[in-house]
């Protein structure tokens, strides 16, 4: 038996076959066609990206148990419902109907993060782990909660919003309405911000040579970049990055003591970079450190494909 | 079949008969005699209140399911052994061992604070709930995580520090080692510091007047009798409170969304005083407020019970 994982986006519909193992055997892409579409559109887009690839494979509807999709926004899991998506035009559409009138193999449904994070814990870089959150360093900051190999996103399936922890009470304003959330010091927007704030500042700085004096060229690599070069200026905007996702990263290791926490998105591409000074943080400031088995930090593994590779897996 | 409940503290050791829903059938306490005696003392101390509980009610050890122990510190609950504790000399202790040797009935240990946590959700004001965030407001701020009925605190039993999540980088030093933890603006202690601080900035106020002028007799509870007296001081401290306590609240709710989140120790006593305009205050700021099923804020209901009844219902 096989599984198919769709991770819907606003773009694209990448669409995977995967083995019980996690394995992914096979994918495509089928553009959303989201603009100017309506909701049975989308989803007939995604049936048809499913029973392509089970033919393209030479299987028939009967190899295949599951059909698991990510949702960019709120599903119901229950009901097989969409509540509420951002890109796509599928607000209250019922997918567990569309497709139960094309398709036999059944259908399940989570957002697209909770996916992500699934699938890193099944066949990414928690593999086999239990207990594992997931935090995505992107335009903002989002992630997962998987508890006992599954996803935990509470009763409403609204949990698992890693990036809207308030750690600057009064702080920053946030897109959620609050002050100080994590997400606006620790996405790669916020050290895009403050690495510009540092070049205007500092027009002396590496920073500014990199980027040829051009803010606008400035991205999640620039600071880094211009801090291994030895430039005093975004040495400091990385250490203070640090400080900002360090104390976010301790807080989940206190709240939850999982045995991994994996980071994602643009900036943890820095991978080593990143995470040497970010471990040395952690194992200082978390609850009992030195006392207590310690949470791995790792990169997350799996790239676009986590969230594929969780769908198949729900 | 029943089961015993014990709840070790550094002055007594609280033990109770439970029945398999969780209703406390008979409760005893006797001293612990943690100072100056060593493990084996307290252990026993343990084993003859189980034993002398059962005699009592005219049952046998064959009566009993299991003794369930709830330990201030650190355990393995997999080992029933004692990794660490605050007030007893129980550190790298072997109750499972100890019991072993004494009784037939199976011992199961957790943290205090996770059994308390246990006990509202199987017998208190989460009954019946299947996720459930306790938040316990004395001294520092503890609390505990029912996740699908069952007690969550990670791979290394030490998670469900709700206390020590930082909402103010960079703030106030916590006992931890970190600055700006939950606890240090949100606990007892931390309201008594601030009720003094305002009283001494303005001594014409209704807070002087209900201490008689006298900063050691603040306590939790004096800051909100002067507000609902209409102390001007007052009412900004308990304002600011509010803000303090909501913004960890939702942080909570945004991380987990339970169907409940409890509210224990001293200050929760201030009942729907302090729940109304905190619920007000998660309501607004809450992810996705208003378009999802939102989590209800309670008090807890089974004050220093709880504790028993979590431990028996291991």
Redesign the interface.
């Known amino acids: 038996m096989y599984r198919i994982g769709i991770d819907l986006g606003g773009i694209n519909i990448a669409c995977g076959l995967v083995d019980n193992d996690g394995n992914l055997v096979c994918k495509r892409s089928v553009p959303t066609f989201a603009e100017g579409n309506d909701g049975a559109a989308v989803a007939a887009g995604m049936v048809n990206a499913a029973l392509n690839i089970i033919g393209e494979n030479g299987l028939e509807e009967s190899d295949i148990s599951v059909i698991g999709i990510g949702i960019p926004g709120?599903v119901d899991r229950d009901r097989g419902f969409v509540?509420?998506t951002a890109n796509v035009p599928l607000d209250g559409f019922d997918l567990a109907a569309f497709f139960a009138e094309r398709t036999s193999v059944p259908i399940r449904l989570d957002n697209d993060a909770n996916c992500a994070a699934l699938g890193e814990a099944v066949a990414g870089a928690a593999k086999g782990v239990?207990?594992c959150i997931t935090v995505t360093l992107g335009t903002g900051v989002g992630g997962g909660?998987i508890?006992?190999g599954k996803i935990?996103?509470?009763?409403?399936?609204?949990?698992?919003?890693?990036g809207?922890?308030?750690?600057?009470?009064g702080g920053r304003l946030c897109g959620?309405?609050?002050r100080?959330c994590f997400e606006t010091?620790a996405s790669a927007t916020a050290i895009i911000n403050d690495t510009r704030e540092a070049m205007r500042q500092h027009p002396e700085s590496k920073i500014s040579e990199l980027v040829g004096g051009d803010p606008d060229k400035v991205n999640g690599k620039t600071v880094f970049d211009a801090a291994e070069m030895g430039d005093e200026t975004a040495k400091q905007v990385v250490e203070n990055y640090i400080?900002?996702l360090g104390?976010g990263i301790?807080?989940y290791v206190?709240?939850?003591?999982?045995?991994v926490i994996l980071l994602g998105g643009g900036i943890a591409n820095q991978g080593e970079k990143l995470l040497v000074p970010l471990r040395q943080y952690v194992g200082?400031?978390s609850?009992?450190a030195g006392?207590?088995?310690a949470t791995k930090i790792l990169k997350a593994a799996l790239g676009n494909d986590a969230g594929i590779i969780g769908a198949a897996m729900l």
């Open positions: 709120a509540i509420r239990k207990n909660i508890i006992d935990y996103s509470g009763f409403n399936f609204a949990g698992g919003e890693m809207h922890m308030v750690t600057h009470l959620c309405g609050r100080g010091y400080v900002e104390d301790v807080n206190n709240i939850f003591q999982p045995e200082t400031y609850y009992g006392l207590i088995p």
